[in-house]
């Protein structure tokens, strides 16, 4: 594994470890009104609601960081991304304004078939 591919998968294992942290955060939060009785003062407790969010994330960082599995597929990915060929400035620009005047145009498509099919409606339902 190159060095620097190593700090990339490192930084992103710790983006994926603070993004589980995050969702069971957001999950206990959730969970916390509609708990009641002994499970709602689990819930509530200080350990579950700010503690265990973070062991979380950070159980998941170090499973993704020390697994030799996910490094190696990982490695490879970074890899091969590296290999990918990148649009110039220019082409990009070019291509959105392409995008941008086919949104335009299917729009104004759309808009005379809705408008001609609600007048054949309208025509319909007056008789």
């Given at each position: 594994m190159e060095q620097s591919n190593k700090k990339v998968l490192t930084m992103s294992f710790l983006a994926a470890g603070a993004l589980v942290a995050f969702v069971v955060k957001i999950l206990i939060t959730i969970i916390t009104p509609i708990t009641s009785g002994a499970?709602?003062?689990?819930?509530?407790?200080?350990?579950v609601i700010h503690i265990l969010p973070v062991l979380v994330g950070f159980v998941t960082f170090l499973a993704l960081q020390f697994n030799a599995k996910v490094g190696v597929w990982a490695d490879e990915v970074v890899t091969e991304i590296k290999k990918v060929v990148w649009p110039s400035r220019k082409d990009t620009i070019a291509m959105t304004i392409v995008v941008?005047?086919?949104?335009?145009?299917?729009?104004?498509?759309?808009s005379i078939f809705d408008f001609v099919s609600s007048q054949i409606v309208n025509y319909i339902v007056a008789l």
């Open positions: 499970a709602a003062r689990v819930v509530a407790s200080d350990f941008c005047i086919m949104v335009l145009i299917s729009s104004v498509i759309i």
